[in-house]
């Protein structure tokens, strides 16, 4: 199994507090995402990263927040909780020259929910 | 339009018979296609990759391209109550990954 580690693994919060999920990857991949899936809408990009410091906005990036510091740690942040982030979020990760070339891993996943 | 399209099932299948899941993606730029398994409460696992236009096999797998049709398939040969699932079908492009909304198999014994 690619080593990819996410944390915590499921978490309780209240609405307008800040949440900071943390992934963390062993295998020195460049690339890592942060996905969350809902039913109906499967798997949503909501940012990536392809490198240190280097990150982007995916399709679903409105309220959420990211940075990688460590090529082994890409940490995603909910500035303000809202009920509709309540979700799972799952970290991804990719090495090669970009995802067209190679395949995702992805992390145990982060049960979120916000009350 | 959606990036990558599934029927979302349910599919259901005889224990040893053939599962077939199809995929359509909208974006002829799109480079790699891949099929993922996830089982409930579980994050996706990937099972098959293909680049080429053609047939991939891997053990009681088939993944199927044409892109020329834009389509994506999957067999599952000999089926097991285990492969009862939802299967992601993904594709690559640049430097990032769409995913279908999956297509829920289950497998009667």
């Known amino acids: 199994d690619a080593g990819i580690t996410q944390s915590p693994r499921h978490k309780v919060t209240e609405t307008g507090t800040p949440v900071t999920l943390r992934c963390h990857q062993t295998?020195?991949?460049?690339?890592m995402y942060w996905y969350r899936q809902d039913p109906g809408h499967g798997l949503r990009l909501i940012h990536y990263?392809?490198?240190?410091?280097?990150?982007d906005k995916g399709e679903v990036s409105d309220g959420y927040s990211v940075s990688r510091s460590k090529t082994e740690d890409f940490l995603l942040t909910l500035e303000s909780a809202t009920s509709s982030q309540t979700s799972v979020y799952f970290c991804a990760i990719s090495a090669g020259r970009g995802a067209g070339d190679t395949e995702a891993f992805f992390g145990q996943g982060t049960r979120l929910t916000v009350v | 339009q959606k990036e990558v399209e599934q029927n979302s099932g349910p599919l259901s299948v005889p224990e040893g018979a053939i599962a077939s899941l199809n995929c359509t993606y909208s974006?002829?730029?799109?480079?790699?296609f891949f099929w993922y398994r996830q089982y409930s409460g579980k994050s996706p696992e990937l099972i098959m990759f293909?680049?080429?236009?053609g047939d991939k096999e891997d053990g009681r797998f088939t993944a199927q391209l044409n892109k020329a049709s834009q389509y994506v398939s999957l067999l599952i040969r000999d089926s097991q109550p285990s492969d009862s699932a939802t299967y992601l079908c993904?594709?690559?492009?640049?430097?990032?990954?769409?995913f279908g909304t999956g297509t829920s198999l289950t497998v009667i014994p």
């Open positions: 990263s392809y490198g240190v410091k280097d990150t």
């Open positions: 974006d002829r730029g799109s480079q790699s």
């Open positions: 293909i680049y080429s236009n």
């Open positions: 295998e020195n991949h460049r690339y």
């Open positions: 993904a594709v690559g492009r640049g430097n990032q990954f769409y």
